[in-house]
């Protein structure tokens, strides 16, 4: 059984620029949320995919969006990059809403934007 | 709105303690409880999933109980060692209708040999 992975590793960006980060989800899960964590804190919810479509979203703007793919891997995009963007970004897939719904994280790609 | 604390933020102990890890949420209609390890700028690991229905999970020397009415749950680890040395966090995701889990901000632990 494969596990939730995540590319890059790590990524130094500069303000205003865009960046796509990506993570394959385990094998049998079609569900995939996205958080953000910052340094010293708890991860905070962006948005979650379940069949190709966004399930939900927290309390991010517009410049955070995402794609989930037929094989339910998925990209998260950020926009307009600022300072406070600055965090490691994980993801974490599941199965159906409805089941167990236990998450399971990828290893989360640190993003540096100066 | 859904608030979860976890406390001490950090926690220094001796190899080989029993040591009970806190978590409380501020709305007690939770569809399930997860605890988590981070190791420093690492993912997180699953360690025990709580339904709702339930009232404790154990999972070698980790004993996680929930208790809905009073919005706690504790993490329970025995005989505690250096490699449990980590970031051990909460999060609770709420009843039918919600999707996104709700994190605590974790609790430090370091076991010194």
């Known amino acids: 059984e494969t596990g939730v992975t995540q590319s890059p590793t790590h990524l130094i960006k500069t303000r205003g620029q865009q960046v796509t980060l990506r993570c394959s989800s385990q094998?049998?899960?079609?569900?995939v949320s996205w958080y953000q964590q910052a340094l010293g804190q708890g991860p905070q919810f962006i948005f979650q995919?379940?069949?190709?479509?966004?399930?939900g979203r927290g309390n991010f703007p517009p410049r955070f969006s995402g794609l989930q793919f037929p094989n339910y891997s998925s990209e998260l995009n950020v926009n307009a990059l600022e300072l406070d963007d600055s965090a490691l970004y994980l993801c974490a897939s599941s199965s159906a809403p409805g089941t167990s719904y236990e998450q399971y994280f990828g290893p989360g790609t640190r993003l540096t934007v100066t | 709105k859904q608030e979860v604390t976890q406390i001490p933020a950090a926690l220094s102990v001796p190899e080989g303690e029993n040591l009970v890890l806190n978590c409380s949420f501020t709305d007690s209609a939770i569809y399930n409880l997860q605890w988590f390890r981070q190791d420093p700028g690492k993912g997180l690991t699953s360690l025990l999933l709580i339904q709702s229905s339930q009232r404790e999970q154990t999972s070698g020397r980790l004993n996680a109980s929930l208790d809905k009415s009073s919005g706690r749950s504790t993490l329970y680890i025995a005989a505690s060692q250096p490699g449990d040395s980590a970031t051990y966090l909460c999060a609770v995701k709420g009843g039918p209708g919600t999707y996104k889990y709700i994190f605590g901000t974790g609790t430090r632990l370091k076991v010194l040999a």
């Open positions: 094998s049998g899960h079609n569900t």
């Open positions: 995919y379940y069949r190709e479509e966004e399930n």
